[in-house]
């Protein structure tokens, strides 16, 4: 079983990012100098914040906080352009939300969320007030956790071939058959994959039933590749965190013909999508 970084997700989309970009072109141009706001998330507070100097690009300057009311932007400044999502950048940006999620319920922004001005960043809180204090009521005291599981699909396969009888015998039939056996292959293949199918489904239904108690909700995402047969994200409370992370490791020491990758905590990326309407000013 193994902890790794997930893939950064965006669940906050603006409007204004799209109507920014003729703004962050004409910044760019001119010159390394112009400095915008990049914001990595929205917490809950009403008081002036501090995170250390270690966001994007690293250039020393202060993750701070720009408030309306009792929302807080968690930021720092980066010259005002099209920021590359490179490896470097995304990470950082994961960081700082592992940061302020250690003490405060966050929403994450999206990869590459940057304003002009604290005013334009105000206004974001202003006109999105109550979906962002909606979102963080729900959220509160919870944290994602990801749980990918995969198999080795030829072992599967060999189980399969000396459990069920139908399946061996067309093996065995295929093996002694003269002449063509295109149509014995077929059925064959056919059996085979409605077998993984049926058997991957049973495994995602006892691990989701057995995690059921210790989450507070669940999202099951497309496997990706063929040795994938899950792909889900847990919200779980913070109190909960411990028996998650238990259950997690009993249930992998049960299946030693499946690997469990399991990452988190991280902020809820697969339980927030706000979807903000902002006007250009």
Request: aromatic share 8%; hydrophobic share 40%.
């Amino acid at each position: 079983m193994k902890r790794a970084v997930p893939v950064a997700k965006a669940p906050v989309k603006s409007s204004r990012e799209k109507a920014a970009a003729p703004r962050r072109e004409e910044a760019h141009s001119s010159g390394d100098g112009v400095r915008g706001k990049y914001v990595y998330c929205v917490i809950q507070s009403a008081e002036p914040m501090k995170f250390g100097a270690a966001g994007i690009g690293d250039n020393g300057t202060e993750i701070h906080t720009v408030h309306y009311r009792d929302l807080a932007a968690v930021v720092s400044d980066v010259p005002l352009g099209v920021l590359d999502s490179t490896r470097e950048n995304v990470l950082a940006h994961e960081r700082v939300n592992e940061i302020v999620m250690r003490d405060h319920t966050v929403i994450p922004m999206s990869f590459g969320t940057i304003f002009k001005t604290n005013d334009d960043i105000v206004q974001l809180l202003r006109s999105a007030y109550d979906a962002f204090g909606d979102v963080l009521s729900k959220m509160r005291d919870k944290m994602e956790f990801g749980l990918k599981v995969l198999w080795d699909r030829d072992s599967i396969v060999k189980d399969i071939e000396d459990e069920d009888e139908g399946i061996h015998r067309l093996k065995n039939e295929i093996a002694l058959q003269k002449g063509s056996t295109y149509f014995a292959r077929m059925q064959y293949g056919r059996a085979i994959d409605a077998a993984l199918q049926s058997r991957s489904e049973r495994y995602g239904s006892e691990i989701l039933d057995r995690l059921r108690d210790v989450a507070v909700a669940s999202r099951i995402n497309k496997p990706i590749g063929d040795k994938m047969i899950m792909n889900a994200a847990f919200l779980v409370s913070r109190d909960q965190e411990t028996a998650f992370d238990t259950r997690v490791k009993s249930i992998a020491a049960e299946h030693d013909k499946l690997t469990f990758k399991y990452t988190g905590p991280w902020p809820p990326y697969n339980f927030v999508n706000i979807r903000l309407k902002l006007e250009r000013v």
